[in-house]
Structures are given as C-alpha cells and as structure tokens.
C-alpha cells in the first residue's frame, strides 16, 4: 500500500513518524548503536495499523525521543566508558519523563551492561536503554509497530516466573525482586532473526503520582547467540 491510497491525516502521521524514527536513529548511530529507521519509505508496518494505533506509535516514539534528548546522551558509546552511574542517569531521566518514580534500592542494585527496559502498567515496554539496542535487530518502526509478545518467541516457563514475579508487587509495599530468570529469546520476523540468551536479573516496581503501582523496570545480562 503507498501513500497515494491513505488520508491527508494517516499522511501527515506517517511523515511525522518517519521523521521522529529518523531523529531516534540519527541519535542511537552517533553513540555507536546500530539503528534502522525503516524499510520502505512509506512505511508499510506503520500505513497497516488504524488511526487509533498510529497515533499511539507516534506518542511512544516521540516520548523515547524526548528521554534521548532530556538525558543529554549520557550514556556513552563504548563499553569502556559505560558505567553505572550513567545508565543510572539515563534511566532516572526516562522514569522522570513517564512521571514514575522508583523504589528506593532500584539504583544501588544495576550493574554495568545490564538491560534495562520500563514497563508501563499495561505490560507495554515505553523505554529501553542502549545496551538493549545493541542486541535486538528490529528496525525502529517495528519496535514501535509490534508489540514484545509479536515480536519475539520465548520460554513458557520464564513468563510464568516473570508473571510471578509481578503479582508480588501487589503487596503493601513492594520492593525491587532479585530473580535471575534464564529465557531465550528469538526474533520472529526480523531480517537477522537473532536469538538472545537472557538472564532477568531484577524486576523493579515503580510507581505513579498516586502512589500506586504504574509499570516496572527490568534489569537483564543479554548475549547474542545466533547473529545471522
């Protein structure tokens, strides 16, 4: 489907998205992180989803931006450089930008290289760290398009632990949980369909303004095993 068969208003989405996508990806390149924006020009993952879904897209796009932006790029490109404090950096800057607020513990419990991902209370993934991008192959417009149970295949049993993990945060006052969770990633339909070793090393709650819980954060030791 091209451009000539949509609305002026799904154009004016789908060219707003491509150049946020762009933006991202100019971004996470300059850092030494591998992005593609998109395959096709008009965006053929973005023109099928409905007006309702394109919009949303958009605002998660725009707001990981936003967070790229608001931290002033403070994690650095090299593994040399990259230390604590400036993951624990960016992500206090993401969590701020979502009006979350986290556990006490959170920050003294990451370690160097982990994986971090925000989760909103939805189970949606609204943010993901640098070390994440480096091991997944997904071009920007399908990390906004797809959501992480389309996009990738994993343990059963794994998700029936993380769940576990989880339902405890409905406690009085939860608190960051220690789990190291093993789970094996694979990408369904990207071009390189890697396969990820996965060690969920912590799952975190974080809060809204309300004081109730709003989402959580996962910290993980990732590995790539099948680069294709």
Partial sequence: MGLELLNSDDINLIEDFKTTLDKISSILNSLGVSATSYHTSYLKDYSK???HQKKSALRDSQKYLECLTASELVEPATDDDRDTPD???S???ALRH???RPTSDLFELLSMNDAVEIYNAEGIQVW???KFMEVCSYTLEEIFCYTWQDRYTRSEAATVQIMDVISK???ISPKSIK???KNLLHEKFSVKKLTIDVTHEMLSPVFNSLNAVGGFVVTSKVKILQPN
Avoid: D, M
């Fill in 169 to 171: 945060f409905s406690t």
């Fill in 87 to 89: 993951l624990g950096q």
């Fill in 128 to 130: 993901r760290n640098l």
């Fill in 49 to 51: 989803l409905s007006s």
């Fill in 98 to 100: 979502f009006g979350l």
């Fill in 179 to 181: 789990c190291g969770i």
């Fill in 91 to 93: 992500l206090w800057f």
